[in-house]
């Protein structure tokens, strides 16, 4: 698979070699996500409409689905006990989105007592934050949560981590990697920024009997147990109900759609 970024080689062309280096290394998406133009084959992904994804062994693969419309609202990847919901929304041509919703995000982070503090990540600027939760002998803990938000060219791809891999480096490669391979289909069709990007079920995939199925979400290969699917699924609506930088949902009713889906029935890739 050939990737080609327009704007790196653009850079290249226009500076020299040594400059161009350290301007790709600033740019968060050097190395991915990609825009469907920046790639020669769509061969090999898992197609969700408007985010292709590339299946990866031992990953759990869901799809929230909105209770009232029936329509798959978010991308949600399990491994080994972590969990990461992704999103892809409509954005401005001329500018991104991240920088005003990281502001908002962080201050309704603090008013829910998530403790939000901003980082220099795998992608740039990020949100990270620590709830108050209980742990498993009742004593006083927390859940970590990161935020993570990368402009593309007319489109953003947020991504919310709960778990080990929400603070601990190695258990979030896998998320990073699978994060850096994912592909955003924007269309051509006119849509007000953070309005959500449609998401589409694919052949041959699962819809569980309800929202509380503990029942095991997984690609092929997987190796994740319903009993671990289960905590992690609980983990990921926590983290997700505590952001609530934005009030009104884009395809459902608004322009502010970066909220979290409420958690619906699920959708399960089972190849």
Do not use: C
């Not at 898992?46 to 609202?73: A, C, F, Q, Y």
């Not at 969990?83 to 041509?93: D, E, H, L, S, V």
């Not at 949100?127 to 593309?152: E, N, Q």
Request: net charge neutral.
């Amino acid at each position: 698979m050939v990737f080609g970024r327009k704007k790196k080689n653009q850079t290249a062309e226009s500076v020299e070699s040594g400059d161009a280096a350290e301007v790709d290394s600033l740019d968060p998406r050097a190395e991915g996500p990609w825009d469907v133009s920046e790639v020669d084959s769509r061969d090999g992904y898992i197609d969700l409409g408007s985010i292709l994804i590339k299946p990866t062994e031992g990953v759990g693969l869901r799809l929230e689905v909105d209770e009232k419309t029936k329509r798959p609202r978010a991308v949600n990847l399990d491994v080994a006990g972590s969990t990461a919901q992704i999103q892809a929304f409509a954005a401005p041509k001329s500018s991104g989105l991240w920088d005003e919703i990281r502001k908002d995000l962080k201050d309704s982070l603090a008013r829910n007592n998530g403790t939000p503090e901003s980082v220099e990540g795998t992608f740039g600027t990020e949100l990270r934050a620590r709830f108050p939760a209980k742990t498993s002998d009742g004593t006083d803990g927390y859940r970590p949560a990161r935020f993570v938000g990368i402009d593309g060219p007319r489109w953003f791809l947020r991504t919310v981590i709960s778990g080990a891999a929400a603070i601990d480096v190695a258990a979030s490669k896998t998320f990073d990697e699978i994060i850096r391979g994912i592909v955003v289909v924007r269309g051509n069709d006119p849509m007000p920024p953070r309005d959500l990007l449609p998401l589409t079920v694919p052949d041959g995939a699962h819809r569980a009997s309800g929202s509380r199925a503990t029942r095991r979400a997984a690609l092929r290969n997987s190796g994740q147990s319903a009993d671990a699917s289960a905590r992690v699924r609980a983990a990921g609506k926590e983290a997700a109900a505590r952001q609530t930088a934005e009030q009104n949902g884009g395809q459902n009713g608004g322009s502010g759609g970066l909220q979290p889906p409420e958690r619906g029935p699920e959708v399960t890739e089972i190849r």
